[in-house]
């Protein structure tokens, strides 16, 4: 049972340009949330999407969008890299929407901004 | 962003040894989560809470729920090697929405 799986593992762009993260759930998981893990801090909610709508969203600019498929695998996108974009970015996946069913992570993209 | 109040931010500690841990907030959290993090990989969920004073065990793990619902701890007992690692206390908000503390990191001198 595959658990919930992140492409690439590490990245490294340039400021200003733009990047496209990739999440497969956990099997039988129908909803993705993101989230960013700034060097020694705690993850931040980015957004969470359920059945193909952004349906909660975090602190986060425009510059953040995502994408929800229908066989449920997500992409983040973040255009006009920052340097304070370099982070650990976390996708989570869980049985429904509302809370009921506990999320379990990924191992993350490592993003490095320069 | 908001973020829970997680102390202490580091514990060194030796083998065997009783780890304590903990967490507080200004708003009320209707469920808690404690999550352990490894390098290079993403949090794993150790412990859930869905009710205020609840508390549970998870073998050497034990986490509760505070009565005002604004806090929660976690205890590890008699640790071992394979206990170090970043803690990361949670509360939901809404529906899913985690907001994390800063996390705890230990270390275990063996």
């Known amino acids: 049972d595959a658990g919930v799986t992140q492409s690439p593992t590490h990245l490294i762009k340039t400021r200003g340009q733009q990047v496209t993260l990739r999440c497969s759930p956990k099997s039988g998981h129908d909803t993705v949330s993101w989230y960013q893990q700034a060097l020694g801090q705690g993850p931040q909610f980015i957004f969470q999407y359920y059945e193909e709508e952004e349906r909660q969203r975090g602190n986060f600019p425009d510059r953040f969008s995502g994408h929800q498929f229908p066989n449920y695998s997500s992409e983040l996108n973040v255009n006009a890299l920052l340097l304070g974009d370099s982070a650990l970015y976390l996708c989570?996946?869980?049985?429904?929407?509302?809370?009921?069913?506990?999320?379990?992570f990924g191992n993350g993209t490592r993003l490095t901004v320069t | 962003g908001q973020q829970l109040n997680q102390s202490p931010q580091s514990m060194f500690i030796q083998e065997g040894e009783d780890v304590s841990m903990n967490c507080t907030s200004s708003s009320i959290f209707n469920t808690w989560l404690w999550y352990k993090q490894d390098p290079g990989e993403g949090p794993v969920l150790l412990i859930a809470?869905?009710?205020?004073?609840e508390l549970t065990s998870n073998g050497r793990l034990t986490a509760q729920f505070g009565i005002t619902r604004k806090d929660s701890f976690l205890n590890i007992s008699a640790s071992i090697p394979s206990d170090v690692g970043i803690y990361f206390c949670?509360?939901?908000?809404?529906?899913?929405?985690?907001?994390f503390g800063q996390g705890t990191r230990l270390t275990i001198n063996p």
């Open positions: 989570a996946s869980s049985r429904g929407p509302s809370g009921g069913s506990p999320l379990h």
């Open positions: 949670a509360g939901i908000q809404g529906a899913q929405k985690l907001v």
């Open positions: 809470l869905y009710k205020a004073g």
